[in-house]
């Protein structure tokens, strides 16, 4: 049997945007379409509001600062179940009462990382699933240290780290790089280091964007080691 091709997914999100809750569904399904590709997913950091206070602010006005009025929120809410329904997401926004800063959840997803893709997979999920299913304010620490213990990472760790500054400005580092390469919204989905997809995409064109880097790769047009533009 011959190997399986890998190729490697960065993902660029921030917890608190309904589309990267999507575009994490949505590649839970592309990668069921490509059992014969392994695709090893990485999740990135971005802020969609960095200037959000640490203890947050009250979700509603919030909001109606960014959309300028309730009609114009309502209606993306309600495209937004309908999409979500199709996922299997159970948006629930008037739950939500608090509009968080992410530096912290950011932190916390990067140290799963560190532990292993599984773990921050399922962090992630924990996350998306806190804030937008049950209105949970994912700045809190406790909130987020409750989250990394059922995704499996240690809980007296992760209580000891987000009180100190660790990783504070490696995150801040990444979301610059980030914004360096031309991010400015999200999901964004980085194929192999060097291919980019934007927005919530479907399954089926997440799996078809990655089945083409997988043909170029196995047939030589692509560089068996892309370079990690994160890194450096």
Not at 46 to 53: A, W
Not at 75 to 92: N, P, Q, T, W
Not at 147 to 162: C, K, Q, T
């Amino acid at each position: 049997m011959e190997p399986k091709i890998t190729i490697s997914v960065d993902v660029i999100s921030d917890v608190v945007c309904p589309w990267c809750f999507l575009g994490q569904r949505n590649l839970e399904r592309a990668k069921a379409l490509l059992s014969d590709i392994d695709v090893p997913v990485r999740w990135r950091p971005f802020q969609l509001d960095p200037t959000i206070p640490p203890e947050g602010l009250e979700r509603q006005s919030y909001m109606l600062s960014k959309f300028g009025s309730r009609e114009r929120i309502d209606a993306a809410h309600d495209r937004l179940r309908e999409l979500g329904a199709a996922a299997g997401i159970k948006f629930d926004f008037e739950a939500i009462k608090v509009a968080p800063n992410t530096l912290d959840a950011h932190r916390v997803i990067r140290w799963a990382g560190g532990a292993s893709e599984d773990i921050q997979s399922r962090l992630i999920g924990n996350l998306f699933s806190l804030y937008f299913e049950e209105g949970q304010n994912i700045g809190d620490p406790a909130v987020l240290v409750s989250a990394a213990e059922e995704a499996g990472m240690d809980r007296a760790v992760v209580e000891s780290l987000l009180p100190s500054p660790a990783d504070r400005q490696e995150v801040q580092a990444e979301i610059a790089t980030a914004q360096r390469m031309g991010v400015t919204g999200v999901p964004c989905f980085l194929l192999e280091g060097r291919y980019a997809l934007m927005g919530a995409q479907p399954p089926e064109s997440l799996a078809d964007a990655i089945r083409k880097v997988a043909q170029a790769k196995a047939s030589g047009e692509l560089a068996a080691d892309a370079p990690d533009p994160h890194d450096g």
